[in-house]
């Protein structure tokens, strides 16, 4: 299993980025997956779920409206569209695959991550 995450960068306030998450090794559309975040000196926080079951997406409040979770299972992608940026969202960016078809807020629950991508909100 392999995912590996990208679309991470510089950008400024109010700005906008789109974060893929590549995955191999097994089949996409049977499980969950989740995007965290870890900010420096910070716990890694959980930012956005999309169930494989219902393709039903749930967001942390503090993205909720800015923030857009998506696959494609042909394509074997998970993404995330980020508009609005703060500088608040400013953290290391991890995709990861969760036990079964349904997502879950808790990092418990995920069994593989990729390696990050770093979002650098700032002007």
């Known amino acids: 299993v392999q995912l590996q995450a990208s679309g991470g960068g510089l950008v400024q306030p109010g700005g906008s980025l789109r974060l893929s998450c590549a995955a191999s090794g097994f089949t996409l559309d049977l499980y969950a997956i989740g995007w965290f975040r870890q900010a420096p000196g910070k716990e890694r926080e959980w930012v956005s779920f999309?169930?494989?079951?219902?393709?039903?997406?749930r967001y942390a409040d503090s993205v909720k409206g800015r923030f857009t979770i998506s696959r494609d299972n042909a394509k074997t992608t998970v993404y995330l569209q980020m508009n609005s940026l703060k500088p608040e969202d400013t953290a290391q960016y991890y995709c990861?695959?969760?036990?079964?078809?349904?997502?879950?807020?808790?990092?418990?629950?995920?069994?593989?991550w990729g390696q990050g991508t770093l979002v650098t909100v700032s002007s």
């Open positions: 990861a695959v969760a036990l079964g078809p349904l997502g879950s807020t808790s990092r418990d629950r995920y069994r593989y």
């Open positions: 999309i169930s494989s079951s219902d393709g039903r997406p």
